[in-house]
C-alpha cells in the first residue's frame, strides 16, 4: 500500500509517527519504553531506518551502512550549554564502519549521549539539517579536522581495557604511553533547563594499564623509577596538571617515551 503513496505523503506519513513516538518527550534524550509497546517501538525504528536509508542514499550515493541508524532529535534547544563537542567551531570529519572509510563529510559528537551524528549539508528539514545518529556498533573510529588539530576516536567496547568504560576516546597519543581523553558532559537543571556542562577526562598507560589523571602526585608516580626526573619537568614547564591541557599532557610523555630506558636493556 505504502508503495502507492507519493513521496510528500511518505514524508508526511514519517512526520506524524515520528512525533507519536515523541508525544510526551521533553528534553530527556532517551524515553521509558514500555515492554508492552516494544513491538510497536520496533517497528517504527525500522520504519525510520528505511526512511532513511531511501532519503539520504539518493543524497550521498553510498550503501546502507554510514545511514544505519536513527534519526537525531536535537533534545537541547532550550539550553545555554550544549552537549556537542566544539560545535561552535567550523569543522569536516570522516568516518571508517566495518573497515570503510567516508571522507568528506559533516559530523557531530554528542558528548552526553556518546553518538556520532552525520549531518546532509543537502538537505533541511523545519529549517534544521537532516541529521542520523549512526550505529555505533558498527564504526571503528571517526575523525573531526579542526583548524589547526585533528581528533582521532576510537571505539572502545565493553571490556577492551580495565578501568574504561565503553564508549569513544579520542586516542591523542600511543607510543611506549598510551593518552586517551573521554569527552563527556553532565547534565545541571538551571531555572528549569537543563544544562550541559564539558567535563573531559584524560587517562595514560605507562604499562600498568589506564589510569585517570587526578593530580600530580598521582600522575608522577605512574612513572615509577622516572617519576623524579618527569616532576622536575612538570614543575620547570610550569605545567598544572590538574588544569593542563592535552598539549601539556602530550610534551609530559612525549619528555618520558624520549628518557624512558628501553625495556631490553
Known sequence: MSENIPFMGKILFFVVLLCCSLSGLAQSPVPFID??????????????????????SKTIGTDDEL????????YYFRSKFKPL???????????????????????????YTDEIIYCDTAR????????????????????????????????LRSGTFENLPEGFYEVV?????????RHSSIV?????????????????????G????????????????????????ITKSGINIRKADKNQVLSVLKYYDSQAIPANK
Do not use: W
Request: charged share 30%; with cysteine; net charge negative.
Open 35 to 56: 515492554d508492552k509497546e516494544g513491538d510497536v517501538y520496533n517497528n517504527l525504528a525500522k520504519s525510520q531506518i528505511d526512511y532513511l536509508s531511501e532519503l539520504y
Open 67 to 74: 545511514i544505519n541508524g536513527r534519526d537525531y532529535i536535537p
Open 85 to 111: 563537542l566544539f560545535s561552535d567551531e567550523a569543522h569536516s570529519g570522516s568516518v571508517t564502519m566495518s573497515g570503510r572509510k567516508y571522507s568528506n563529510i559533516k559530523l557531530k559528537y554528542d558528548t
Open 124 to 155: 533541511t528539514y523545519n529549517y534544521r539539517l537532516y541529521e542520523v545518529s549512526l550505529n555505533k556498533e558498527s564504526v571503528d573510529c571517526f575523525e573531526l579536522y579542526y583548524y589547526g588539530d585533528t581528533l582521532r576516536f576510537k571505539h
Open 173 to 181: 597519543y600511543d607510543q611506549k604511553c598510551q593518552f586517551l581523553i
Open 188 to 208: 545541571h537543571e538551571r531555572n528549569g533547563i537543563d544544562e550541559y556542562f564539558y567535563t573531559p577526562a584524560g587517562y595514560i598507560n605507562v604499562g600498568g
Open 210 to 233: 589506564y589510569t585517570k589523571i587526578k593530580s600530580l602526585r598521582q600522575f608522577s608516580k605512574l612513572f615509577g623509577t622516572e617519576s623524579d626526573d618527569v616532576k622536575k619537568f
